[in-house]
């Protein structure tokens, strides 16, 4: 076990070959360490990961894989920080902790589809939460949300070499922004960081009883429609796999931005989801994949 947490960057030396020359100096790099989700005694995942912001990782990490339908269902957390890697223990409260421990014995076995605690292609490929929000807003706001991204990733602006998550509302700009060196991994510090400044993002759901005769333990996601949403757009740096559409879903994201561009069956889960996808943003414009409905003239955009 160590006391010293490692910081998220750091300077290394190397030698740059530029303009037929070869010239030493230093360049400052991104921290990658071991992260362990500990539920119950138990470990569900270990990530690759940026050192910073852990808390934020462990509740949105579990927001957005069902494992928790509100950061209330964390009882207790703690980090704890060893030479090869990182734990977050959480404790989980009732219901929560007895589902997963069903889950896991269900998924005891010797095969894996290579997802975070899922062995099935049916759970890897579930039907994501219907966003059901009527806001809409302009090509401005969209702009104006991708603009604001940049001058506030830090790490980012250092290393050159991480993702980062946003999420801004036209009434108070970019409210939130998270780093990481995996853009999964950025989503997830994003909604623990919503989740924790109480945003109404996460409507509670009942989960079935363990008794139930499905095939397959229901999950915290398990529901309809997730009415609402978050009153403003998700902005992504990095490209739309269908694992960040479902995680978007799970945030309650009315409006997803991305630099780059979706993938067919992210575009496909999305247009399920309720989502707008947005795609290939730039500051000269971007491309709409699905329910374009919500992209409207300035004139006609709801005030969020």
């Known amino acids: 076990m160590t006391n010293e947490p490692l910081s998220p960057a750091r300077f290394v030396s190397r030698l740059a070959w530029r303009d037929g020359v070869l010239t030493p100096g230093e360049r400052t790099i991104p921290e990658e360490t071991a992260v362990s989700l500990v ?18 990782f462990a509740y949105g990490f579990s927001l957005t894989e069902g494992i928790v339908t509100s950061p209330d269902d964390i009882a207790e957390f703690e980090r704890v920080d060893y030479d090869e890697g990182v734990e977050l223990r959480m404790w989980l409260k009732g219901d929560r902790g007895a589902a997963l421990a069903a889950r896991r014995r269900m998924l005891a076995g010797p095969t894996g589809c290579g997802l975070c605690g899922i062995d099935s292609l049916s759970e890897a490929l579930r039907k994501p939460r219907v966003i059901e929000s009527n806001l809409t807003f302009s090509p401005a706001d969209i702009e104006a949300a991708l603009a604001s991204l940049t001058p506030a990733q830090e790490l980012g602006r250092l290393t050159r070499a991480v993702h980062a998550a946003g999420f801004w509302t036209r009434a108070g700009g970019l409210v939130a922004l998270r780093e990481d060196v995996g853009r999964h991994n ?7 960081a919503l989740a ?23 999950r915290a996601d398990e529901t309809s429609a997730h009415p609402g949403g978050l009153p403003g757009i998700l902005v992504l740096t990095s490209r739309i796999s269908v694992e960040m559409v479902q995680k978007s879903a799970m945030i309650g994201a ?7 561009a979706p993938t067919a069956l992210a575009i496909r889960t999305a247009e399920e989801a309720g989502i707008t996808l947005i795609g290939v943003a730039r500051s000269d414009g971007f491309e709409i994949f699905t329910h374009p409905h919500r992209i409207v003239p300035e004139s006609l955009a709801d005030v969020a």
Do not use: E, I, Q, R
Not at 196 to 218: I, K, L, Q, R, Y
């Open 186 to 192: 950025a989503l997830d510090k994003l909604a623990g």
């Open 254 to 260: 009315p409006v997803v931005v991305a630099v780059s």
């Open 39 to 56: 539920y119950d005694g138990g470990s569900h995942a270990v990530m690759m990961a940026s050192p910073s912001d852990l808390k934020d």
């Open 196 to 218: 924790g400044n109480a945003f109404p993002w996460c409507a509670d759901v009942s989960s079935a009883s363990s008794s139930s005769t499905h095939a397959t333990v229901p």
